[in-house]
């Protein structure tokens, strides 16, 4: 077999889907345990996150064989800081440079992140870092199951019919971005708005979207919030709120 140095680097993102453990694909397990080391991002409190709870849920709970997540690898990313660009930044190229090592020392590593690594999520960041580290890295991802498309479940709420479109907002970019897309078509979802939580009923009173808009955060989680339509929201609420405010249907099939 080559050597790790002799092999194309190559970095996968798998996502780790909402929070249930249940909720993650049978690919996303194989490339798990496949993998040479296996990555999660911890803040630098060092609490273990969802997405390190899921991982050894796979690999060394009553899924997955003994002593597999041993190859699992801690690594801080600034997943808190919003407000100190600099800190920010030295904490990725400090990370970056930690996943860089490993790329060398074992060829393959797979970044676990929640959710999907290609909607709002910390693996792509990683990635951008890790070009210029690492000459000819090969970079894949593993899609998962999002926090909308699991509140969509857990609260019988369809996302979407016939043509109506579906658009995601991160609130983070501001209330007045979630007031233009309520005052839309179509089923709006909202991600990352705690903080902003009485600014988010605001702009759904305002739009006459409150009636219907469903509400959850750690979903399958022991600590899982799920607020039903109708019911009003009040803050603070966890950073990682998820909130649907479905399209108006008045017949079946919606716009077809």
Known sequence: ???????????????????????????AVRVLREAAVVVVPVLDSGETGRAEATVLHHLDGPDGPDGTAAKVERVVFALNEREDRSRREAAWDAAGARV???????GSVAFATIGDPNVYSTFTYLAQTLAPLVPGLLVETVPGITAMQDLAARSGTVLAEGTEPLTL?????GSEV??????GPGTVVAYKFGRLAEQVAAAL??????GGA?????????????????????GPLPYLSTLIAPATRTRRGGKL
């Open 1 to 27: 077999m080559p050597a790790p140095s002799m092999l194309t680097p190559r970095l996968t993102g798998v996502g780790m889907g909402p929070g249930d453990p249940e909720l993650v694909t049978v690919k």
């Open 178 to 183: 979630l007031r233009d897309a309520l005052a």
């Open 100 to 106: 860089a090592e490993l790329l060398r020392e074992h």
């Open 214 to 234: 469903v509400w959850g955060s750690a979903l399958g989680l022991p600590d899982e919030q799920i607020r039903p339509a109708g019911h009003p929201l009040t």
């Open 205 to 210: 009173r305002e739009t006459g979207r409150d």
């Open 169 to 173: 907002v991160p609130v983070t970019a």
